[in-house]
């Protein structure tokens, strides 16, 4: 029973290492966050940062990003390794794509993945997401047909060699994108948050005399492996299904999965679900899987960490379909029918696990794309701006659900301070929206409202990528769907929840954020509970 | 130091009194009393003015920082607090950043709003973004809410509308408004806290107004009964940037307190660094539920901008409530002596945040705690002696340590108690490891260029390991470590930083509209300084700045003169060779990338004369150790013969080799086997790396 000193000793040396690896995917990270240039990474954390092994299985990420590209980019290394090939790799290289299929879904997330070398041996890679502010095309949008319609494509490539920057690749951007500065600047982010991580695992190899991470690699996948079967072992055996409805395009698109637990094994298919739309709401399976991944852990294994061994016992499949785009499919705003993928997965796992799963949300984020130009005639500036917004989470088993707070994505809104400083808009209104929320024994968490308008002396158009406005978050167990979003101008004319829109000059936006599905029957709800609902202001309607 | 100087710092659990009579120091420790603080303090007082010889009327100056503010702001016990903010903004304290900080617990909460929303009022009445009027304020409705608070008896107020820092004038004139009809303290975020980023500032400018009528009331009590003791000289405190402020202004600004204890310790760290002469230094304070790490560049700790208290999850980042002030910038973890070790689901040991505290205390206390805790792993690896400790005052039970450590953590991993503890103290150090480098690379430094100070009682336990895991080859324990914050106190400048954000670009740098900013901030921050001192004055000015796009701004000191249009090239210089330290490269060939500065800081303190320097003495004499017993030893990876010498016995230039246990009434110095220690000539332990072996 009682180890050698040997065993003992390796025991505690390799779980000091582990914390040491996420310590430099943090600093990995750290250095992303602090010299990004784009208001998605820098104020509202849209990234990830991760270590590899040579094989390309994930090691270890840092905690900071979202799921959409955690675990997408744990799957594009491998795609990486496989295209530029051992023997053309160097010490000091950069590899860079956006392939939506090969990287994380969309044209706005640049991937880049760098091989750590120590000598001439290759030990690991390093790889970082980050969505840039503009790729060209038509605009992070919907509108597109094809992909070809949504920017520029950078197949996968080197970025730099041998710490040499590609400088007709940047050329070549810097020509197609609408803020050239701030897009390559963001490249060069990227590439310096890599050679962090790179520097940090070397000085970490030589000072502990590493030559190899094959035996760390081992330990953290044996571990994580173990414990994530564990926990599989403790779920009821068998099948659910669900079926989610969400806004589209232009008409309703149905989700479906049916998720099936084996011994060892917990897979999602998504057969039954629409087939590819004509508009850029489509879902590359990479990013669909994802968030899947993201949906079963939470539940599942919520304190085992992100690896290749606990992403492994998890798998999906489904036919093409809008959940399984294949190219050419416009896909630039994945994300709206890809943050739904958890509410339509947690659905299913509701009928396995009854009583521990909370209820629908808003889901996805409420992302608004402004572009900002001078009235006619008139001085002013030009400003390309993205904010992040959230509704209601859905409310939980014994507790009410978050207010306007994201769920599955990971990222922060971003001050309206900065917003404004950025480009020429003025935010009037960003508060929450009483009287959203789906009642229950637990309700759901409020959406929000916002209102904007453009400066004195200019004008916008903004990209609309809204959903839960036709389809409410649904309760779970007896609790009220929550209050469909709407987005209207302040003159009461409604607005299309996707696509490219112009706002008339004086006039502003109005958003209307959805509210979280309440949980259990709303007459159990506690007297105390609404009284304060009450007096916070959080319900204000009669009869409630 | 001739004069009589007294420092007094109200912690958690104890109140700590430091007093400099005429270069002699005098110190003790008090329990905390939650009912009334001064009480303590005035209890302290008494013991080192006797044991000084000394009359209260003899006192020249008493310094004062308390842990009061902070935990009005944990425990939620403050003043109920009205917050008047922009209409369109009522939600703006509890919208948050409308993130979850931690992804896969769908159970989580967010912590509570200071004010919550049926206390929150809005009024009409818009600033833009470059400070000019987009809508005029609406005073009669202002009449209104005024009508209203007053009936309702809240106990303060907090104004913050958006765009405050570029543009007051709403802020004051609705300040105006409410006091005329409202007889409670109003608070500004425009003067609590001028910077951009409208959760930060309004979240800042509530815990002002929230905590303000209590310390108010404990800052004129305190006074009254030093007056009443006999004391009649003047009273300062410190704040968390670290400098003196007057009473007066502390009552009207008193979230300036929060941390500043803590800070106290870094300014106690920093004048150990002067007084050897190391400009590069990383002090390291473990106590009993936290470390704290800070970096200390030519004698000054770095302050930040914001920093984040009360978190309520796992010290996680992102649970605590920002607070937008000046604040030495340290990292704090949940490392401490009391903190508990465990096992996870993959089998891995973690340890904290969760702390034994001081009841039931470790297990080895025999007070009821069944857990382990750091102390635990401490005890069973020899590095405390279980009959000597804090001076024979609490007896060590090895068993119940061994029994709580196999239970908890051996019987799992299937390891014996010593490999257990070991395990707990490899996993506990390079998490503070771990912390050290990141907040090192954090600031574009090296950690293992530096010199390590450590204190608090459980620091010297740990410090000769972590200097291993970092590289680092000196260490330096001084002596009344315990009360270093107080200490620290006496050593504290008057100083004061003025901050406002204002955005400019230097392609539309204007140098004279340039100056008047500086030159207000100037004026802010000496106002403060002069309150404390006649003498001169000496600034430091430093602008944040950023290429424009990005969101993160790195400080560029900026020289202390007029500035004139031809200064925009030695801006962009001296921005871009402190980009590249930052962040290895600065960014080449992107035509027309800007640069902008952000933020403005002025921080002004009063001129001190250098402490005596004190040579460092590396010893050649290695004293023979009167006794011995087994220590286990993790550089060697076992347990070896390890000499006990009792500090009090070594006298200057005592060198002591490694591995050795240097003992002492509140804690134990352990050196592991790649280092020597030396006694300094003021009673300060170095530790020196061994020389490698040619």
């Known amino acids: 029973m009682t180890p050698t000193p040997q065993d003992a000793t390796r025991e505690i040396r390799m779980q000091v290492m582990w914390n040491r690896l996420i310590s430099v995917v943090e600093e990995q990270a750290l250095t992303l966050l602090r010299t990004a240039f784009s208001t998605s990474v820098r104020e509202a954390g849209d990234l990830s940062a991760g270590v590899f092994d040579p094989q390309g299985r994930m090691l270890a990420q840092a905690v900071t990003g979202t799921p959409g590209h955690v675990n997408t980019m744990a799957e594009a290394v491998l795609h990486f390794i496989a295209e530029i090939g051992r023997d053309r790799m160097l010490p000091g290289d950069t590899y860079v794509t956006n392939d939506p299929w090969k990287g994380t879904g969309h044209l706005h997330d640049i991937t880049m993945v760098s091989p750590s070398f120590l000598g001439d041996r290759l030990v690991g890679f390093f790889a970082c997401t980050a969505h840039v502010v503009d790729v060209g095309g038509r605009g992070f949008g919907a509108d597109g047909k094809s992909v070809y319609e949504e920017g520029i494509q950078i197949p996968i490539m080197k970025f730099a060699e041998a710490g040499r920057v590609n400088h007709d690749l940047v050329q070549i951007i810097r020509a197609n994108v609408r803020e050239p500065n701030q897009v390559v600047g963001d490249f060069y982010s990227l590439a310096a948050c890599n050679d962090v991580g790179h520097r940090r695992l070397i000085e970490m190899m030589q000072e502990i005399g590493l030559s190899s991470l094959d035996d760390l690699g081992e330990f953290i996948f044996s571990r994580t492996r173990a414990a994530t079967l564990d926990r599989i072992a403790a779920l009821p055996k068998g099948a659910w299904s669900n079926e989610l409805l969400t806004d589209g395009y232009d008409q309703p698109v149905r989700l479906a999965a049916t998720v099936e637990i084996a011994d060892g094994a917990v897979n999602v298919d998504f057969t039954g679900s629409d087939p590819v739309s004509r508009w850029g709401i489509n879902v590359p399976i990479i990013y669909t899987k994802a968030y899947a991944c993201y949906a079963l852990k939470c539940v599942v294994a919520p304190d085992i960490p992100n690896n290749w061994a606990s992403l492994d016992l998890f798998t999906i499949s489904s036919p093409v379909n809008i959940l399984n785009a294949e190219r050419p499919a416009p896909v630039s705003v994945r994300h709206v029918i890809g943050h739904l993928v958890p509410d339509l997965v947690l659905g299913a796992l509701a009928k396995a696990l009854p009583g521990k799963v909370l209820a629908e949300g808003s889901g996805a984020l409420w992302n608004i794309h402004i572009s900002a130009r001078p009235q006619t005639g008139q001085d002013g500036r030009r400003a390309e701006m993205l904010m992040f917004n959230s509704g209601g989470m859905g409310a939980r088993p014994g507790l009410d659900g978050l207010s306007a707070t994201a769920f599955p994505s990971g990222v922060m809104t971003m001050p309206i301070e900065a917003t404004e400083q950025t480009g020429p808009v003025v935010v009037w209104r960003k508060e929450l929206r009483p009287d959203s929320a789906g009642d229950g024994e637990y309700r759901g968490g409020l959406g929000q409202v916002i209102e904007i308008e453009a400066a004195a002396g200019h004008q916008f158009e903004f990209s609309a990528m809204f959903d839960r406005i036709g389809h409410p978050p649904r309760g779970r167990n007896g609790g009220a769907d929550g209050k469909p979003g709407s987005a209207m101008l302040d003159d009461g004319t409604v607005m299309r929840p996707k696509g490219w829109q112009q706002v008339p000059v004086g006039r502003r936006l109005v958003l209307n954020l959805p509210g979280g599905g309440g949980y259990g029957d709303p007459a159990t709800r506690s007297a105390a509970a609404r009284a304060n609902d009450r007096i916070r202001g959080y319900i204000t309607e009669d009869g409630k | ?694």
């Not at chain 2, 919550?116 to 818009?126: A, N």
């Not at chain 2, 009809?181 to 980023?197: A, H, L, Y």
């Not at chain 2, 004055?537 to 007029?562: C, K």
Request: proline fraction near 5%; include cysteine; aromatic fraction near 6%.
């Open chain 2, 1 to 694: 130091m001739t004069g009589v100087r007294l420092g007094a710092d109200i912690g958690g659990t104890f109140t700590d009194i430091a007093l400099d009579c005429r270069g002699q120091l005098y110190s003790t420790k008090v329990l905390t009393s939650y009912a009334a603080p001064e009480q303590a303090i005035l209890d302290g007082i008494a013991v080192v003015l006797r044991d000084a010889g000394i009359t209260p009327a003899e006192l020249e100056i008493v310094i004062h920082g308390t842990t009061l503010a902070t935990n009005a702001l944990i425990e939620r016990r403050g003043a109920r607090t009205a917050l008047i903010t922009t209409e369109g903004f009522r939600d703006v304290i509890e919208m948050r950043t409308e993130s979850r900080f931690e992804q896969y617990d769908l159970n989580l909460q967010l912590p509570t709003p200071l004010v919550p929303r049926e206390d929150r009022f809005t009024v009409k009445g818009r600033i833009g973004a470059q400070g000019q009027e987009l809508q005029p304020l609406d005073e009669a409705a202002l009449e209104e809410i005024a009508d209203h608070i007053a009936a309702e008896g809240f106990g303060a107020v907090a104004i913050g509308f958006i765009h405050s820092y570029m543009n007051p004038a709403h802020e004051q004139r609705a300040r105006e408004i409410i006091a005329a009809k409202v007889g409670v303290p109003i608070s500004i975020s425009s003067e609590v806290s001028p910077q951009m980023r409208e959760f930060e500032r309004f979240n800042t400018v509530c815990a002002n107004a929230y905590v303000r009528p209590q310390m108010a009331d404990y800052l004129a009590r305190l006074q009254v009964r030093l007056k009443e003791m006999g004391a009649t000289c003047p009273v300062f405190m410190i704040h968390s940037g670290g400098g003196l402020i007057s009473v007066e202004t502390a009552a009207e600004f008193p979230v300036r307190l929060v941390e500043s204890g803590p800070a106290g310790g870094a300014i106690f760290a920093a004048d150990v660094a002067q007084r050897f002469g190391l400009d590069r230094v990383v002090s390291y304070d473990m106590g009993g539920t936290t470390a704290k790490i800070c970096l200390i560049e030519d004698y000054q700790p770095r302050t930040a901008r914001t920093f984040e208290v009360a978190r309520t999850y796992r010290f996680c980042k992102g649970s605590g409530m920002p607070i937008s002030i000046p604040v030495i910038e340290m990292i704090e973890i949940g490392a401490g002596g009391g903190s508990i070790a465990w096992v996870d689901a993959m089998g891995r040991i973690q340890t904290g945040p969760e702390s034994a505290g001081s009841e039931p205390g470790p297990a080895c206390y025999q007070r009821g705690g069944e857990r382990p805790a750091i102390t635990d792993a401490d005890l069973i690896l020899g590095k405390l002696d279980p009959e000597n400790f804090a001076g024979g005052a609490i007896r060590l039970s090895v068993d119940n340590a061994r029994g709580a450590v196999l239970r908890e953590v051996g019987e799992r991993l299937g390891l014996d108690a010593e490999p257990a503890a070991f395990g707990i103290c490899e996993v506990v150090d390079e998490n503070m490891a771990n912390a050290a480098r990141v907040h090192a690379v954090e600031n574009g430094k090296n950690i293992s260029d530096n010199i390590m100070i450590a204190f608090g009682g459980a620091a010297p336990l740990h410090a000769a390991r972590l200097c291993e895991k970092l590289g680092i080859d000196r260490c330096l324990i001084p002596p009344g470590a315990g009360v270093g914050s107080a200490i620290g106190f006496l050593r504290a400048p008057f100083g004061y930083e003025a901050l406002a954000s204002k955005v400019v670009r230097l392609s539309e740098f204007d140098a004279d509209v340039f100056n008047e900013l500086v030159d207000g901030l100037k004026t802010t921050a000496e106002g403060f300084v002069r309150a404390g001192t006649q003498g001169a004055i000496l600034r430091e000015i430093t602008a944040f700045m950023r290429y424009v796009g990005q969101g993160w701004e790195i400080p560029v000191t900026l020289p202390d003169r007029a500035f004139t249009a031809g200064d925009v090239a030695m801006l962009q210089g001296s921005f871009r060779d402190n980009y590249a330290r930052f962040f290895g490269r600065a960014i080449d060939g992107l035509d027309g990338l800007e640069i902008e500065i952000v933020t403005l800081s002025v921080k002004a303190q009063d001129e001190r004369t250098a402490p005596e320097r004190l040579a460092i003495t590396t010893g050649t004499t290695l004293a023979d150790a009167p006794a011995s017993r087994p220590v286990f030893d993790p550089a060697r990876g076992e347990t070896l013969p390890t000499a006990i010498v009792d500090r009090a016995d070594m006298a200057h230039g005592t060198r002591v080799s490694g591995p050795a246990v240097i003992v002492e009434r509140e804690t134990a110095t352990v050196v592991t086997s790649p280092f020597d220690v030396v006694m300094q000539a003021d009673g300060t332990l170095m530790m020196i790396r061994k020389e490698t072996a040619a």
